[in-house]
């Protein structure tokens, strides 16, 4: 065992208590416990519910956009732009600052709510089995390790009970490590079979998961749909920056601008092309959904599992423990052949009791035949596995006792018959079958003795969770379509996923047997159309998800036993029990607190509510930016000045994008649904950020043409006002025009999307909050800049002007809804596929 040898070869700490003696049956005393808490030698645990306060303020703050964004600032301060370095910095520090203070608030929530869900260990102290916290292991603990039990620490093995140890989360490695005595049990890995005791040999930092973690270079981050695209049209809003950034030095040195003005309306394309806080918002939004769905008992350990919880449209479930309670009792017992009861009872007993470690079947079938009178003697075991699908003991009269799938362990085929009757009627059937052969335990996968005899079945009951049928038609409802993998007989799921309310068609039903005899195409078709999957291994179900994955589906996967791991690693959402194995709480993205699954339906609404949020944020920021870009671009078509100063694009920006987004993201107002991304967000911002460019650019242009208006305001005492002062009032106050038309389509477009229309007066009263809302954003914003119209570097404009700005913006909006509700715009995607 390599894994062994390396790890037992690296140096002992400085501070590791030397290799003592310890008796494996009683561990530490309670003094010697304490004695190493005051040395310090405690494991010290990072919880790992929630990213870091370093990870939360590197990743709001050092971003690309907000380095290349700080280095411009900078440089208009050295020049002496300090107040618009701090008006074009201040929307995105607002941002910086409530997007760092939003998921400090729900780290700390979601932290509080991961104690319900620490590991927890067994350790032998004083002759006793204790379960403590992880972070309460001191240095030479003696730990037991069950089947699902995940390894806190590093340690050498004292007692050995046939132990398989899965350490593929270390090594990428799938196949099971036996381990012997003074082997080394690395931190990390769970135990697959069997049982051992290992001894806590290195602790906190010195742990051999923790220093791989941290020599690790390579950090995969697992996008959501949702995600995907944002990034994607924030890298496109990059290019576009990179030809704008350059088409603009380019200006500035063909028309002499200063560098002053050179690097001020540099700040003003950036913060127009690169929807930063857009990001921020999302980013929010997902902290704040997290704590949201808290409220169901759902802990939220990666944070964008709030939107991927939105986009399962598959939902794969394991029967036991998820389904069904697992609160496993025997019904019936059934000898076979010239097997009697009381025969079958005692081999069910001297199995049960003999082996290692008991799964919750062996605990049931323990408490029904209780322990066994035969003086028999223990001489090797093959443990259970879900791999396997069985498990033996050999005893010292020369008997082996097998226990596991009918199917598997039964030669007579009228015998799995009978099993698979009872399998239809929901019930758990066990083989238990003899052989007086031997076989090789030091072999990694034993064979079955041939000459085996059948000696009996054991029934296993086990009943739905009280909630489980109403849960599965509350998913049903969402389009979430449900299928169940299990290991148990293919009869005994189908009945109880019937039971639970899933449609099971006679032709979704599948087997490990049926589905390894297929070639590729058609297992693929088979994940697919399949409903329920019996019999099947831990690798045949990641290999399952993994096609339903390639098929283009977003699967999710609920389960809570170690055999579900392999699963949750394919899965793009991975839900487990929290009283189910420590290794698959480890490995999911969500943890059920209650072990119920009626939380799921809640828990997915809250997500599609904070995606609803994304979107709308995502429109209101897309359509500023995409009319102010465009506005830009116009203008410098017609060789004016910049339409837009750092000051103005400031208060447009809060008042219509900053101000209600922070509204949506709180739940204080609903917006309307929206389902497409192409089309309802980026499709419709593209358009309407077309218009508003259009009403912004005409009323800039009309605005700054037609200035001699301007000229009125100058007394007649006065001197002739110079060319360059009559440009600087035209600029002013064209460039207060254009700010206001832009920001008052923008303020309908955020009246759009929370259902108000300014043409149905009714619209009005029925959200009437919005409406306050925006007017109080907008109204605020405006009487801000006419109130020092020196600072923000306007003149405040004439009649004409305020003509543009209550005429231009309501008219192209108008136009922009009716161009929407045209023929031509709802056949266009089919206008355009037509050759």
């Not at 087997?511 to 088979?526: G, V, W, Y």
């Not at 920006?653 to 987004?661: E, I, K, L, N």
């Not at 306050?772 to 009487?783: A, H, K, N, P, R």
């Not at 913006?809 to 596929?833: D, E, G, N, V």
Request: glycine share 6%; hydrophobic share 45%.
């Amino acid at each position: 065992m390599p894994q062994s040898t390396s790890a037992n070869t690296s140096d002992s700490p400085e501070n590791a208590s030397p290799n003592i003696s310890l008796n494996p049956d009683i561990g530490l005393s309670e003094a010697e416990v304490a004695d190493r808490r005051r040395r310090g030698d405690i494991n010290v645990v990072v919880m790992r519910s929630s990213r870091t306060f370093k990870d939360i303020f590197q990743e709001n703050v050092f971003t690309l956009f907000n380095v290349t964004f700080g280095v411009v600032l900078i440089l208009m301060m050295a020049l002496g732009q300090i107040t618009d370095a701090i008006f074009s910095g201040f929307s995105v520090f607002m941002n910086i600052l409530v997007g760092v203070a939003q998921e400090i608030q729900a780290k700390l929530t979601l932290d509080k709510l991961a104690l319900l869900s620490v590991q927890k260990v067994k350790v032998r102290r004083d002759g006793e089995s204790k379960e403590i916290p992880v972070g309460e292991v001191v240095r030479d603990d003696l730990i037991e390790l069950n089947p699902g039990d995940r390894a806190p620490v590093d340690g050498a093995v004292l007692v050995s009970q046939n132990v398989e140890m899965d350490e593929s989360l270390l090594t990428g490695e799938s196949d099971p490590v036996a381990k012997q005595i003074d082997d080394i049990v690395l931190s990390g890995s769970f135990c697959l079979a069997g049982s051992c005791v290992f001894r806590a040999d290195k602790i906190g930092n010195e742990s051999y998961a923790v220093k791989l973690s941290q020599s690790s270079r390579v950090y995969k981050r697992v996008f959501t749909p949702l995600q995907k695209k944002i990034d994607v049209l924030v890298e496109i809003f990059v290019l576009v920056l990179i030809v704008a950034a350059f088409l603009h030095v380019a200006s500035s040195l063909n028309s002499g601008r200063t560098m002053v003005d050179t690097i001020r309306y540099a700040s003003v394309i950036i913060n127009s092309f690169v929807p930063a806080g857009l990001i921020l918002s999302i980013s929010v939004a997902f902290a704040i959904g997290a704590v949201e769905i808290s409220k169901q008992r759902t802990l939220i350990q990666k944070i964008n599992a709030v939107d991927s919880m939105n986009s399962v449209r598959i939902l794969c479930t394991d029967k036991t423990g998820t389904l069904t309670q697992n609160k496993l009792v025997v019904k019936e017992i059934v000898p076979l052949g010239d097997t009697d009861e009381d025969s079958l009872r005692e081999l069910i007993a001297l199995y049960t009791n003999l082996m290692g470690s008991q799964n919750s079947s062996a605990k049931a079938m323990a408490t029904f035949t209780d322990k066994p009178r035969s003086p028999a003697k223990f001489v090797s075991e093959v443990p259970f596995s879900s791999g396997r699908k069985w498990g033996a003991i050999a005893i010292d009269i020369g008997t082996t006792i097998m226990v596991g799938a009918p199917e598997i362990l039964f030669a007579n085929p009228e015998m799995q018959e009978r099993a698979k009757q009872y399998g239809r009627q929901g019930l758990r059937a066990i083989a238990v079958v003899t052989s007086e052969d031997s076989f090789d335990t030091s072999e990694k996968n034993p064979a079955l003795p041939n000459n085996r005899r059948d000696r009996g079945l054991v029934l296993l009951e086990d009943s739905l969770r009280p909630d489980v049928i109403e849960t599965i038609a509350e998913l049903r409802n969402k389009n979430i379509r449900l299928k169940v993998i299990s290991g148990d007989s293919v009869e005994t799921v189908a009945s109880i996923a019937r039971q639970a309310g899933i449609a099971v068609p006679d032709d979704a039903v599948f087997t490990q047997k049926t589905l390894e005899a297929m070639d590729a195409p058609i297992f693929s078709r088979a994940a697919a159309s399949g409903a329920v999957f019996g019999r099947i291994t831990p690798d045949m179900k990641r290999r399952l998800i993994s096609s339903m994955v390639k098929r283009g589906g977003y699967v999710g996967m609920v389960g809570d036993g170690v055999n579900d791991v392999p699963a949750f690693k394919e899965a793009q959402l991975a839900i487990a029990m929290n009283d189910g194995a420590q290794i698959s709480k480890d490995v999911a993205d969500i943890v059920l607190l209650d072990n119920n699954l009626s939380a799921l339906p809640q828990a997915f609404s809250a997500g599609d509510d904070i995606k609803q949020k994304i979107l709308s944020t995502a429109l209101l920021y897309l359509t500023k930016n995409i009319m102010v870009i465009l506005t830009i671009s116009f203008a410098g078509f017609v060789q004016l000045p910049f339409p837009v100063e750092p000051r103005h694009m400031t208060v447009l920006t809060m008042a219509v994008v900053g101000f209600p987004t922070i509204w949506i993201a709180f739940g204080w107002l609903k917006p309307v649904r929206l389902e497409n991304f192409l089309r309802d967000v980026l499709g419709y911002s593209c358009i309407a950020g077309i218009f508003g460019a259009i009403a912004m650019t005409i009323g800039y242009v009309f605005s700054y043409y037609i200035s001699g208006w301007a000229l009125l305001k100058v007394p007649y005492s006065s001197t002739v006002i110079n060319t360059e002062a009559f440009a600087d009032i035209a600029r002013g106050q064209a460039q207060c025009v254009s700010t206001f038309i832009g920001m008052l389509f923008c303020l309908f477009v955020f009246w759009h999307i929370t259902n108000i229309s300014i043409w149905k007066v009714q619209t009005l009263f029925k959200n009437l909050t919005a409406f306050i809302l925006g007017c109080l954003s907008v109204g605020i914003s405006t009487v801000l800049m006419l109130a020092f119209p020196t600072f923000f570097q306007i003149e405040v404009p004439d009649q004409f002007g305020w003509s543009m700005i209550i005429f231009l913006p309501t008219a192209s909006f108008y136009t922009f809804r009716m161009m929407q509700s045209s023929k031509l715009f709802r056949h266009l995607p089919r206008y355009l596929s037509q050759p």
